[in-house]
């Protein structure tokens, strides 16, 4: 945020949490109008899954980048509502330790195999809006289009997991790596994380598909400082920013014209289901009340060991 100041002399307040949580701030200062009440309210919100951003797009209000050019299509709202930052393809992660590679999970469909059965981390993804990105992209790799099919692969998933879930996202790749679990599942930036600290994790794109969803950026429907919120999502979305976000922090930027970090294949060497960001959006809440229920039957019916 310094570079941002003394670039344009504009002070930034930063607030961090979780996608689900700020969500509701924002909504509730919405609710509310102009007697939001002391403290500064929401210009930008900056990061979150797209399926979020999509699913309460009523909160945003259009606005076309300054860097639009260089953000592919189905990384952004055709209204603009959201613009993609960087983007995240989902991966199964191992330890080298505990499988060997003719025991390595290759396709998401491995990962309902009995020998994975209880060994996999996965978080909830009521809380985690990668793991619901992950959900659906189990689903459409497996060949579910339909409800039906869809609570059919979530129904054997959820058993696979043994009705297990682990609190939040950043848990799961280290309790692969420590020996917790067999394979977790999240995105590949996190795995990179790891792997730059000498870890035993390794990380697979599974080939019958996987989806690479971008989280973004949105300006306020209510902003109190529109134009000045305006020039922040131009600077977050430029390429200094991208470097940046690629060289320090390994994430791969939503830019055409930057490099993926150093260590991650492109995406053209990537097989991408084709992932339906709208439909996300608009089947989550009852794709999670439904999930929610599959974990609690099968934690009800998980084997004592």
Same mark, same amino acid.
């Given at each position: 945020?310094?570079?941002?100041?003394?670039? #344009?002399?504009?002070?930034?307040?930063?607030?961090? $949490?979780?996608?689900?949580?700020?969500?509701?701030?924002?909504?509730?200062?919405?609710? +509310? =109008?102009?007697?939001?009440? &002391?403290?500064?309210?929401?210009?930008?919100?900056?990061?979150?899954?797209?399926?979020?951003?999509?699913?309460?797009? *009523?909160?945003?209000?259009?606005?076309?980048?300054?860097?639009?050019?260089?953000?592919?299509?189905?990384?952004?709202?055709?209204?603009?509502?959201?613009? /993609?930052? #960087?983007?995240? &393809?989902?991966?199964?992660?191992?330890?080298?330790?505990?499988?060997?590679?003719?025991?390595?999970?290759?396709?998401?469909?491995?990962?309902?195999?009995?020998?994975?059965?209880?060994?996999?981390?996965? @978080?909830?993804?009521?809380?985690?809006?990668?793991?619901?990105?992950?959900? +659906?992209?189990?689903?459409?790799?497996?060949?579910?289009? *339909?409800?039906?099919?869809?609570?059919?692969?979530?129904?054997?998933?959820?058993?696979?997991? %043994? =009705?297990?879930?682990?609190?939040?996202?950043?848990?799961?790749?280290?309790?692969?790596?420590?020996?917790?679990?067999?394979?977790?599942?999240?995105? *590949?930036?996190?795995?990179?994380?790891?792997?730059?600290? $000498?870890? *035993?994790?390794?990380?697979?794109?599974? %080939?019958? /598909?996987?989806?690479?969803?971008?989280?973004?950026?949105?300006?306020?429907?209510? @902003?109190?400082?529109?134009?000045?919120?305006?020039?922040?999502?131009?600077?977050?979305? =430029?390429?200094?920013?991208?470097?940046?976000? #690629?060289?320090?922090?390994?994430?791969?930027?939503?830019?055409?014209?930057?490099?993926?970090?150093?260590?991650?294949?492109?995406?053209?060497?990537?097989?991408?289901?084709?992932?339906?960001?709208?439909?996300?959006?608009?089947?989550?809440?009852? #794709?999670?009340?439904?999930?929610?229920?599959?974990?609690?039957?099968?934690?009800?019916?998980?084997?004592?060991?």
């Amino acid at each position: 945020m310094g570079e941002y100041r003394d670039r #344009t002399g504009l002070r930034v307040a930063y607030v961090h $949490g979780g996608t689900t949580e700020l969500l509701a701030r924002l909504r509730a200062e919405a609710g +509310r =109008g102009e007697s939001a009440g &002391p403290g500064p309210r929401c210009d930008v919100f900056w990061g979150g899954g797209a399926e979020s951003l999509a699913a309460n797009a *009523d909160l945003f209000q259009p606005r076309l980048s300054s860097q639009d050019s260089f953000i592919r299509p189905e990384w952004k709202a055709e209204d603009r509502t959201w613009t /993609g930052f #960087t983007v995240l &393809p989902m991966v199964i992660a191992y330890n080298v330790r505990l499988l060997p590679p003719q025991a390595v999970p290759r396709r998401w469909a491995d990962l309902l195999e009995p020998r994975f059965r209880g060994a996999i981390a996965f @978080a909830d993804p009521s809380v985690s809006a990668s793991s619901y990105t992950i959900l +659906r992209t189990l689903e459409e790799a497996l060949g579910a289009k *339909d409800p039906a099919s869809r609570a059919g692969v979530e129904r054997r998933f959820s058993a696979a997991l %043994e =009705g297990r879930l682990v609190g939040v996202s950043a848990a799961v790749f280290p309790s692969v790596a420590s020996g917790e679990n067999l394979v977790g599942l999240y995105h *590949d930036e996190a795995a990179l994380e790891l792997l730059s600290t $000498g870890s *035993d994790l390794r990380v697979v794109y599974p %080939e019958d /598909g996987t989806s690479a969803v971008p989280d973004g950026v949105a300006l306020a429907k209510a @902003a109190a400082h529109p134009q000045a919120a305006g020039a922040f999502i131009d600077f977050v979305l =430029g390429p200094e920013v991208a470097r940046v976000m #690629t060289f320090r922090f390994h994430r791969r930027s939503a830019r055409s014209d930057i490099s993926p970090p150093a260590g991650q294949p492109p995406l053209s060497a990537i097989r991408l289901v084709a992932y339906d960001v709208q439909a996300a959006a608009r089947d989550k809440a009852l #794709t999670l009340e439904r999930f929610a229920a599959l974990v609690e039957e099968a934690s009800g019916i998980r084997p004592s060991r």
